[in-house]
């Protein structure tokens, strides 16, 4: 079962957090002159920016007594508890000894990110812990198979000595412990498929197991409520009314997944959904422009993954937006033509989007057409800076259009930590040369809109 619970794992979240940022089954160098090979850390690490995902999978058949309790606690104990001490020491690990991980297990390919300063990383703790599901349907007479939640109380439980077929705030009081089974990775990760969305359900989770005790029958039920309610329009689980204080344990409704996802809003979120894909294919593609040194200047690990970060720290909603305008951009500029649009950050901001598509000019060198794209997503960038003084950095995209004979794309990052009274001034007299001014867009965009 562990072969196919990894690949699962592995499968799950290259979808999910994108190629560049998941890294199954590292290793560390720990006894590779003794043994030729180093030790696997965990089973999957997804390192993005301060925001470590350990994931460990132990899982393994569920035993078959006629001891139903005896039956739980071996599988708890192999599945849920030697994940649980894999991942402490893998944190243990990235906490002492952080550019010591690698990629294979003779220690000769360094992952390819840098880890922040170890005072500034966050961890989450992750044990995806398979087949429990059809014993948990046997003993519950149907359901789904998830497991049910009941944990966060003031006096929980030992781990294992928890009620037969739960899970709750599994780890230590300092060190939360998710714990995901099949049916409850599917949902999650199905519909937080972006690492900002998936990170903010964690830190939410846990945030409300240490308020209050939860009562669930399963994760796709939890996660059901945490997306229907909302808070200063952020996602959360306890609505801006309720006080742990006075609301020391809060029950799920059964079934609340399933009236999700058939609220006519919901199945309209998937639609226009849809089209936000392109900001993920995007993303991909610039990480394999890297991986063939196809990218127009020389740019650095780091200073790619600084860029590629902010692209996909963009949750859902955000890249239906931007993926709208890569779209109009590519599909209505034509030859000679060069289209510039914007988005501001709603909530950051320092921080604003640029796409900029440039047409090709009759007799002009690919070269040089190139090299006047890096020079109009520049001007642009700097344009926008002059029109908005708190901004501080810009996402900029540079496109061809569709149809062109040409193929590529340039990705940059713009800064503007130098910038000073000479460069604005600059900036202005191209602004007017150039024909630039035209406001940044705002836009707000329904997670669940209703059906047109």
Request: proline content about 5%; glycine content about 6%.
């Amino acid at each position: 079962m562990g072969k196919e619970s990894e690949k699962l794992l592995e499968n799950l979240c290259a979808k999910s957090f994108l190629s560049l940022w998941s890294h199954p089954n590292p290793h560390n160098d720990k006894g590779l002159a003794q043994r030729g090979e180093g030790k696997e850390l965990c089973d999957l690490l997804v390192i993005f920016g301060h925001d470590i995902l350990i994931f460990s999978d132990k899982s393994c058949r569920y035993p078959s007594t006629s001891d139903e309790t005896l039956d739980w606690k071996r599988w708890y104990k192999k599945s849920v508890s030697e994940s649980y001490q894999q991942i402490l020491g893998a944190e243990r690990w990235l906490r002492q000894f952080p550019h010591r991980v690698f990629r294979d297990p003779k220690c000769t390919d360094s992952l390819l990110v840098y880890l922040p300063q170890v005072g500034e990383l966050r961890f989450h703790r992750i044990a995806v812990a398979l087949g429990a599901e059809e014993r948990c349907r046997e003993y519950f007479t149907g359901g789904s198979g998830s497991l049910p939640i009941h944990g966060g109380y003031p006096h929980e439980p030992g781990n294992e000595d928890r009620q037969i077929f739960s899970i709750g705030r599994d780890g230590t009081t300092e060190k939360f412990l998710h714990v995901f089974d099949e049916i409850a990775l599917n949902f999650v990760l199905r519909e937080l498929d972006t690492i900002s969305d998936f990170v903010a359900y964690l830190n939410a989770k846990e945030k409300f197991f240490y308020d209050c005790g939860v009562i669930a029958t399963g994760e796709e039920d939890l996660l059901a409520h945490y997306l229907l309610t909302m808070v200063d329009g952020e996602h959360s689980f306890l609505p801006k009314e309720a006080d742990p204080a006075t609301h020391p344990v809060i029950a799920i409704g059964e079934d609340s997944y399933p009236a999700l996802v058939n609220l006519p809003q919901y199945v309209e979120s998937k639609r226009v959904n849809r089209r936000s894909y392109l900001w993920d294919s995007l993303i991909e593609h610039f990480v394999n422009y890297w991986r063939n040194n196809k990218l127009a200047q020389n740019v650095t690990a780091t200073d790619l993954d600084t860029a590629l970060r902010i692209m996909a720290s963009t949750n859902r909603v955000r890249r239906r937006k931007l993926s709208e305008l890569i779209e109009t951009a590519i599909f209505e500029t034509k030859e000679g033509q060069i289209r510039q649009l914007s988005l501001a950050d709603e909530h950051d901001h320092s921080l604003a989007y640029a796409v900029i598509c440039v047409g090709h000019f009759p007799g002009v060198p690919y070269d040089q057409y190139r090299q006047r794209r890096i020079f109009a997503m520049d001007l642009f960038a700097r344009s926008m800076r002059y029109r908005l003084p708190n901004l501080k950095k810009v996402l900029a995209i540079g496109l061809e259009p569709y149809g062109s004979q040409g193929s590529s794309e340039d990705l940059a990052l713009i800064t503007f930590d130098a910038w000073n009274e000479e460069m604005a001034q600059e900036t202005k007299e191209q602004m007017d040369v150039f024909g630039l001014g035209a406001p940044v867009q705002r836009f707000v965009e329904h997670e669940f809109p209703m059906p047109k």
